[in-house]
């Protein structure tokens, strides 16, 4: 095992643009074309080199060292708040990393991630008129009429995606009990072709429930200027 903690990253506030392709056809309300500001921000990430000298897991320094010849490993942390307004809520959200090898054909890959899934469970009520000694299901118990019977079913709120990819991502949904709002964080460890350098961009996509235009996607920049989140990984000792 190993114990990492690395800093909060520092917050840029970003711009909500719907989609072009929302609109295509039609003759949308000007308001519903307009950027939505101040309602979501991104961290990070903030990344660490991890090598043998960064743990005394015997089993761990192992690894590493087995995989040195070959590959570097980085622990990155991001970060994202969502802050909704009063009567605009949130229905979706998407953070994506897309990597890439700056000097030669190799592939970058998220070699683990977390929060890996996150769910709310969700009791359903069906109500039945039943006749006093009437089995149900073949169970052998005997509903009177109006009894309920209830099952519980798992809603998403959070999910990784394209584990082993280089285009790791994270969705964000909102569920019947919980909010899209607030701080979320997120880890992941990337894998490198051996001293190599990394180009790294962080993708923010969000949908949300406008009060008179229904659910419109977005995409997300920077606020100060129309460049994408950029990042760089680097073996500096390589």
């Known amino acids: 095992m190993i114990d990492i903690e690395l800093p909060d990253p520092p917050m840029q506030d970003l711009v909500l643009v719907p989609k072009a392709e929302q609109f295509r056809g039609q003759a949308a309300e000007p308001e519903a074309r307009e950027p939505l500001r101040h309602r979501i921000s991104i961290g990070g990430p903030v990344h660490r080199r991890i090598d043998a000298d960064s743990t005394d897991d015997a089993e761990l320094r192992r690894f590493l060292a087995d995989e040195a010849a070959d590959s570097d490993f980085y622990l990155l942390h991001l970060a994202c708040t969502l802050r909704p307004s009063e009567e605009e809520p949130f229905t979706e959200a998407l953070i994506e990393l897309d990597l890439a090898q700056k000097d030669g054909p190799g592939r970058p890959i998220a070699w683990s991630m977390e929060p890996d899934r996150m769910t709310d469970p969700v009791e359903l009520s069906r109500t039945f008129s039943l006749g006093p000694t009437l089995k149900f299901s073949g169970v052998g118990v005997d509903?009177?009429?109006?009894?309920?019977?209830?099952?519980?079913?798992?809603?998403?709120?959070?999910?990784?995606?394209?584990?082993?990819?280089?285009?790791?991502?994270?969705?964000?949904?909102?569920?019947?009990?919980?909010?899209?709002?607030?701080?979320?964080?997120?880890?992941?460890?990337?894998?490198?072709?051996?001293?190599?350098?990394?180009?790294?961009?962080?993708?923010?996509?969000?949908?949300?429930?406008?009060?008179?235009?229904?659910?419109?996607?977005?995409?997300?920049?920077?606020?100060d200027a129309p460049r994408p989140l950029t990042f760089e990984l680097r073996n500096q000792a390589g």
Request: aromatic share 8%.
């Open 143 to 223: 509903l009177t009429a109006g009894q309920q019977r209830t099952i519980t079913k798992q809603e998403v709120f959070l999910e990784a995606m394209y584990e082993l990819e280089s285009t790791p991502s994270w969705g964000l949904y909102r569920t019947s009990s919980t909010q899209l709002r607030g701080l979320h964080r997120f880890h992941l460890v990337v894998r490198t072709p051996k001293d190599s350098v990394v180009s790294g961009t962080t993708l923010v996509e969000a949908k949300v429930q406008r009060r008179r235009f229904g659910v419109i996607p977005f995409t997300a920049g920077l606020a």
